[in-house]
């Protein structure tokens, strides 16, 4: 079973946004810390954003002030808010979950296409 699901990708204009989400099915969702990464072709998979039980985001420096994270616990969903998109923004983005036991977990990935 799956520990963390994405959903949300998509293909968009550039300038345009898009909102990816990201469940949990792990307990004890709210001590994990939570993140997404992407993987463009050829490639490798870099952070994207993190956000910590206690609510504290890193993001990458290409992202920010374009993506926000951000967590519900009640829902145990992580959200990538994703405005102004640019062609390099192109990826598939995998949702991690980091447990304070050492878990570490992917979901399967989404795929985010922007287009000219």
């Known amino acids: 079973q799956a520990q963390v699901e994405e959903s949300g990708g998509g293909l968009v204009q550039a300038g345009g946004s898009l909102q990816l989400s990201c469940v949990s099915s792990?307990?004890?969702?709210?001590?994990?810390?939570m993140g997404w990464y992407r993987q463009a072709p050829g490639l490798q998979r870099e952070l994207v954003a993190t956000?910590?039980?206690?609510?504290?985001?890193k993001y990458a420096d290409s992202v920010k002030g374009r993506f926000t994270i951000s967590r519900d616990a009640a829902k145990k969903t992580i959200y990538l808010q994703m405005t102004n998109l640019r062609m390099e923004d192109t990826a598939v983005y995998y949702c991690?979950?980091?447990?304070?036991?050492?878990?570490?977990?992917w979901g399967r990935g989404t795929q985010v296409t922007v287009s000219s």
């Open positions: 991690n979950q980091k447990t304070p036991r050492g878990g570490d977990y």
């Open positions: 792990t307990v004890g969702f709210s001590l994990n810390t």
């Open positions: 956000i910590t039980g206690r609510g504290a985001t």
